[in-house]
């Protein structure tokens, strides 16, 4: 995949404006999909003492509101041309909800997959739910 549908890049966008950025002036949007193809958007959200939320968090909790536990595909996009990554805390989130098959791409503005990742490369040797013991 290396042009993004129209329609994604368009939400993404749209999304990206929507940000909340006060103080860092750097929006970031993304869009968590289901494998039943249900897509939830997300932006970031900054706060003045500084402990935002994050795009990926915010669409990861639509989903979650809306029943939904799996994650197919992830999309980020950041403020520029450059690979604008989840942060450790969103790889983390992102793990609690994703599958060895779950892909993550990371958008330019125009829509370029800047980067393509796997969980295992996303978040190496991560810990997950089945690290923990069953109850």
Known sequence: MSQADQVLVDTLLTTLGKAY?????????????????SQFVGCNVEVAHYKGLCAEASAIAAMVTAGQRE????YVMGPGEHLCTPCGDCRQRIREFAT??????????????????TMASLLPDAFGPENLPKR
Do not use: N
Not at 27 to 35: H, L
Not at 71 to 74: M, R, T
């Open 21 to 37: 950025v006060p103080y860092s002036d750097h929006p970031v949007a993304s869009i968590m999909e289901t494998p039943d193809g």
């Open 100 to 117: 060895p098959e779950t892909r993550i791409f990371v958008l330019s503005h125009q829509g370029e997959v800047l980067k393509e990742y």
């Open 71 to 74: 994650l197919s595909k992830v």
